[in-house]
């Protein structure tokens, strides 16, 4: 930024209108930050508290949500009736349509497979091994967008992968077939993240109209996923539903709903790395809320893994100072 000269009249309202231009990053960083602490517990509660074991329906359920949420949105014109607003639905191109059923196949896939590695791992277990997503973006990022980080940058991955490798090898309640649906989640979302970015920036597409279109194809495709596989869910719901169930399930689709928006938000402000960096925030959160929740036994190799995690994460977020720091102690040492 210049410098003014101090003869020079500032303009009323500028320092505040630039020093509050970030709070929308900021309340939906936070917001990011608590519904994704609360969905995963919400999901668990749903699927051991409630023994309600239906995964492909609750991530219907949650794609209603968005799609009623979202509609209403829309229908009061909130969104889209703007000047200067992104363009409707009607007015995208033939490509950035197709691009939003491939977000919205990925968005599906990552849902499901988020919910089906619940049903058979520990929370903790399963958010610290989601802490390497950011690593995985950024290597997605490279291959697929050209895209070129700083050594500094990588280096911090180095703890984030060596943590979550002590989390597996310290899990005392190891499940494989959970392992393997984390591993598919966990790249899925980051597939999903770039397709955001991409949509988001490029396309110049609206956060809840983006959120809106894609959830119809996903919902549409998971409802038949679950009438294939879950069927007795429906009914299970209506006869044997008590009202703890049925508040649990509002609570997880509100919590999906803020989460998908606010993720929206910070994947068009930022970038994709950024959203999964805040994603780790929600790590430790849901490691004491399941620790809070569900009990179960903690092993001293995944403390060790979660703080190395939370390590690296502060590394990345703060490569540029971790640089400047390294570089002035080799100066000192060259002395």
Same mark, same amino acid.
């Given at each position: ?9 500032? *303009? ?12 929308? @990053? ?6 990011? !930050? ?13 699927? @051991?508290?409630?023994?309600?074991? $239906?995964?492909? /329906? ?23 009736? %703007? ?14 349509? %197709? ?7 990925? /968005?599906?896939?990552?849902?499901? $497979?988020?919910?089906?590695?619940? %049903? ?7 958010? !610290?091994l989601y802490a390497a997503s950011p690593l995985v973006t950024m290597l997605l990022s490279q291959l697929l967008q ?6 500094? *940058? ?19 309640? /190891? ?11 966990? @790249? ?14 490029? *396309? ?7 959120? $809106? ?38 609570? =997880? ?13 910070? !994947? ?8 999964h960096l805040l994603g780790n925030l929600v790590v430790l959160g849901n490691v004491l809320t399941s620790q809070a !929740?569900?009990?179960?036994p903690v092993s001293k190799l995944g403390v060790a893994g979660t703080v190395l995690t939370l390590i690296g994460v502060? @590394?990345?977020?703060? =490569? ?16």
């Amino acid at each position: 930024m210049e410098l003014v000269e101090i003869t020079t009249p500032a *303009e009323p309202g500028t320092g505040v209108a630039s020093s509050w231009r970030w709070l929308p @990053v900021v309340v939906s960083g936070t917001t990011l !930050v608590l519904s994704g602490v609360g969905i995963a517990s919400l999901n668990k509660w749903v699927f @051991v508290g409630c023994a309600f074991p $239906f995964p492909l /329906f609750l991530s219907a359920l949650h794609m209603l949500s968005a799609i009623l949420f979202n509609a209403a949105l829309l229908r009061l014109g909130l969104v889209c009736g %703007r000047p200067g607003s992104p363009p409707p639905l009607r007015a995208l191109p033939l490509a950035a349509k %197709r691009r939003v059923f491939l977000l919205s196949l990925t /968005f599906c896939a990552s849902i499901a $497979f988020g919910n089906l590695a619940l %049903r058979h791992a520990e929370i903790a277990f399963a958010q !610290v091994l989601y802490a390497a997503s950011p690593l995985v973006t950024m290597l997605l990022s490279q291959l697929l967008q050209r895209r070129a980080y700083a050594a500094m *940058e990588y280096a911090a991955m180095l703890p984030v992968c060596l943590g979550a490798s002590l989390s597996v090898l310290g899990e005392l309640r /190891f499940n494989q077939i959970g392992c393997i649906f984390i591993c598919i989640t966990m @790249v899925l979302r980051s597939v999903k993240s770039i397709q955001q970015g991409v949509l988001l920036q490029e *396309e110049n597409i609206d956060t809840i109209l983006l959120l $809106f279109i894609m959830s119809l194809p996903s919902f549409l495709l998971l409802l038949s996923c679950t009438l294939l596989f879950e069927s007795r869910a429906f009914w299970e719901l209506l006869t044997q539903g008590t009202a703890r169930l049925w508040m649990s399930l509002l609570l =997880s689709c509100s919590s999906s709903v803020l989460y998908n928006l606010s993720g929206f938000y910070v !994947v068009k402000h930022t970038s994709a790395v950024t959203l999964h960096l805040l994603g780790n925030l929600v790590v430790l959160g849901n490691v004491l809320t399941s620790q809070a !929740v569900f009990g179960g036994p903690v092993s001293k190799l995944g403390v060790a893994g979660t703080v190395l995690t939370l390590i690296g994460v502060l @590394v990345y977020q703060n =490569s540029d100072a971790v640089t400047h720091l390294v570089i002035l102690w080799k100066a000192r040492w060259r002395r």
